[in-house]
C-alpha cells in the first residue's frame, strides 16, 4: 500500500520547522500523506562541498610535492646538467670575449678611429 | 580518521629535548600546525624559531612538508626554517574548513591522502633540499654566464656594424 501511494515530503525551512516542533507525528497523524522533513539549509550544503573541495585540493597538494621530491629534485640530483653548460658558456665566453678584442684592436676599427681622433686633437 | 586542518600547539619550554617530545605529542609534522608567539623580542623569537627547528631536524620531519608549521609572530617576518605568518589571520585558508562528520566519499578521499602524506614523510626531505640549494647556486651563475655572453655578442654584433 505504501509502495503504491508513497508519502508526500513536505520540506520545511529550519525556523518553520522549530514552529512545528513536537506537532510532526501529529501532522503525519493526521494527514496520512504527509512526510514532514527538514530542509537542508544552502550554508550546510556549500560547507559539505567545502570539505570535499578541501580534500581535494589536499590530495592535488600532495600529489605535487610527491612529484617534485620523489621525480623532479631527485633528477636533478642524479643527472645534473649545469656544469657541463657552465663549462660551455664560459668557453663561450672567452672566444667572444677574444674576438671582441681582436676587432677592437683593428685599426679601421670605430675605437681605434674614435681614440686617434682624441687623441690627435689634444696635439 | 582526522581532517588535516590547522590546529594551535603550545608550547610552555623552548629547550630542544623538551620541545622535541612537545611537537611529537601535539603531532607537529602529521597535520598543518601553528604557534602564536607574540609578546616576545626579535631576539628571544629568532632563539625560539632556531629551537624549534633544531628539534623538527631531532624528529626528522621538515617543518614545510608534507603539512606546515607556521610561527605567527609580527616581530620578525622571515626564518630561514620555520615559516612566517604575521597574524592568525594570515595562515592560509587552504587549511581552514570546517570540522564537520565525514560522509563516505569524503572519507574515501581522505583515505587516499593520508597514503600519499604516508608516502611523503618517509622522503628525505632535508638532504634533498639542502642537494636542490646547492643546484640552484649552479643555475644562476649558469644564468649570470648565459646573461654575460649574450651581452658580448651583442657587442659585437654592434662593433661589426659600425665598421
Not at chain 1, 18 to 27: A, Q, R, S, T, V
Not at chain 2, 51 to 62: K, M, P
Request: proline residues 4%; charged residues 30%.
Amino acid at each position: 500500500m505504501s509502495d503504491k501511494n508513497p508519502k508526500k515530503k513536505v520540506i520545511v525551512s529550519k525556523s518553520r520547522l522549530k514552529d512545528l516542533e513536537g506537532f510532526e507525528d501529529l501532522i503525519e497523524e493526521f494527514y496520512d500523506d504527509v512526510d514532514v522533513r527538514k530542509s537542508t539549509s544552502k550554508d550546510q550544503r556549500i560547507n559539505d562541498f567545502e570539505t570535499l573541495n578541501f580534500l581535494e585540493n589536499e590530495n592535488l597538494r600532495l600529489e605535487k610535492v610527491n612529484i617534485a621530491f620523489n621525480n623532479k629534485i631527485s633528477n636533478y640530483i642524479n643527472h645534473p646538467q649545469s656544469d657541463a653548460l657552465n663549462e660551455i658558456q664560459e668557453k663561450k665566453i672567452y672566444h667572444s670575449e677574444e674576438e671582441l678584442f681582436t676587432l677592437l684592436g683593428d685599426d679601421h676599427s670605430a675605437l681605434q678611429q674614435n681614440l686617434s681622433r682624441l687623441l690627435n686633437g689634444l696635439k | 580518521m582526522k581532517l588535516p586542518i590547522l590546529k594551535e600547539i603550545k608550547l610552555n619550554t623552548f629547550t630542544v629535548n623538551e620541545l622535541v617530545e612537545s611537537l611529537r605529542l601535539q603531532e607537529a609534522g602529521s597535520f598543518p600546525t601553528y604557534i602564536v608567539l607574540n609578546s616576545k623580542t626579535i631576539g628571544e623569537t629568532n632563539e625560539i624559531l632556531d629551537s624549534i627547528a633544531a628539534a623538527f631536524v631531532q624528529l626528522n620531519t621538515n617543518p614545510k612538508f608534507p603539512y606546515p608549521f607556521y610561527a605567527v609572530t609580527d616581530v620578525i617576518s622571515y626564518h630561514p626554517s620555520i615559516p612566517i605568518c604575521k597574524s592568525v589571520k594570515d595562515l592560509p585558508r587552504h587549511f581552514v574548513v570546517g570540522n564537520s562528520r565525514l560522509k563516505g566519499r569524503e572519507l574515501a578521499i581522505l583515505n587516499k591522502a593520508n597514503l600519499l602524506k604516508d608516502k611523503v614523510v618517509n622522503l628525505p626531505f632535508y638532504e634533498r633540499i639542502s642537494k636542490f640549494h646547492t643546484l640552484v647556486k649552479k643555475q644562476r651563475s649558469l644564468y649570470d654566464s648565459t646573461k654575460k655572453l649574450a651581452y658580448l655578442e651583442n657587442l659585437i654584433d654592434q662593433v661589426r656594424k659600425s665598421r
